[in-house]
Every structure is written in C-alpha cells, then in structure tokens.
C-alpha cells in the first residue's frame, strides 16, 4: 500500500475550525461609518433642541381672600365681625398662587390652586368676584387693599342642595356656603378659572407674564 500525505493525516471532528468572517472593505465601509455618524449627529440634535429649560417666574400672582383674625398676623385696620357666623376676621389677606422666583419649566405650563368657601344669605344674589393681584416685589405683600383685575363668577344657576346650608348664622337666618375651587396657569398669558364641582363658572384672561 502506498502511503500519501492524505491517508497519514488524521482528521478529528474537535479540531476548530476557522470561522468565515465578513467584513466591510473600501467604500462600502466608508458609507456605513458616514451614515453612523450622520445618525449620532442628528440624535444629539434632536435631544438638544427638545431640552427641557428651566426659568425663573418674574412676578407673583395670587387673590385676595378674609382670613380668621388674628392679632399676632393681621392688622387692626383689617378687622371686621363677619355678618354670616360672627367670628373676627381680616379682609384684603392675600394668597399667593405663584410667587416670583418659582422654577417654571418651558415644556409644560404653571399650575396652582386654592379651595375657598363662599358665604351668602338665601336671598342673597349669587354673583361674585374676586381680585387677582400681581406683585412685582421680591417679597410679596401679606396684605393688599387696591382694587384690581378681578375673576367673576355665577353661582346663580346651581341648585341649593350642591351648597352646605347653615340653618341660622348671627342674624338668625339661614344661610348657604359654596366650596369651590381657583385655578391659575401661567402660559404666554395668565388664565383663571372658577371651578364648582369641576364645572367652569368663571374665567378670566389677563396679560400679566
């Protein structure tokens, strides 16, 4: 028998074996390295113009409301016996909403709100208004007596039994209390709203950003 290379190579099924591997070569690689990079570069264009920025509320802006007196808070100028339940109270207290320096992101509007308690007499009309004050100062006023822009409302059209009926106040008589409640957004202008029962009873736009 005649011995050759071929029958004295033994062959094993564990020898590895080299891979075939493809790779990219001259232009082609060069191309695909372009449009990489042209898709990184414009990813990065995208986040950097979706950004979110933060700045900083230029005024504040709130309402004016009676508060509970008090002798360590109020000002006896602003005392007065309130004609529903007789308890002292101080008028022309002011509530700030939004006060000049809060953070205000530029993708989303400000958002802030209050629940009041309105006071009236059975034959009382149910048209009402309240101020909204704007401060430039840096430290916003606790009191504020002018008369300003105001947000009115007409509770003239709800029904009695949404309102929390007192059956004798001070003067003898019954009378009604209607919880609702102020929102104000902040955008290109400032936006108010009245919201009883989450209806809309009063709006109000002014230009004051």
Not at 33 to 60: P, Q
Not at 85 to 90: F, P, Q, S
Not at 121 to 148: M, N, W
Not at 155 to 170: L, M, Q, V, Y
Request: hydrophobic share 35%.
């Amino acid at each position: 028998m005649i011995r050759t290379p071929q029958t004295d190579r033994k062959w094993s099924p564990l020898q590895p074996q080299r891979a075939s591997v493809a790779t990219l070569t001259g232009s082609l690689l060069h191309s695909w390295v372009a449009v990489t990079r042209g898709a990184i570069i414009r990813g990065l264009e995208k986040d950097r113009n979706n950004s979110i920025k933060i700045h900083r509320c230029r005024r504040s802006y709130g309402i004016s409301v009676s508060q509970p007196w008090s002798s360590f808070k109020h000002s006896l100028e602003d005392e007065y016996d309130d004609p529903f339940d007789g308890e002292k109270k101080a008028k022309n207290q002011m509530v700030w909403l939004i006060k000049k320096g809060d953070a205000i992101l530029s993708s989303q509007p400000k958002h802030a709100s209050i629940r009041l308690c309105r006071r009236f007499g059975v034959k009382d009309p149910r048209v009402f208004r309240t101020s909204l004050v704007v401060s430039d100062e840096d430290e916003a006023p606790q009191r504020y007596a002018k008369i300003d822009p105001a947000i009115h409302y007409d509770f003239t059209d709800i029904p009695e039994a949404s309102f929390k009926s007192i059956r004798a106040g001070t003067r003898g008589t019954p009378y009604f209390c209607a919880f609702f409640r102020i929102e104000i957004t902040l955008e290109a202008k400032v936006k108010c709203r009245v919201m009883f029962d989450d209806q809309e009873r009063g709006f109000e736009e002014i230009n004051y950003v």
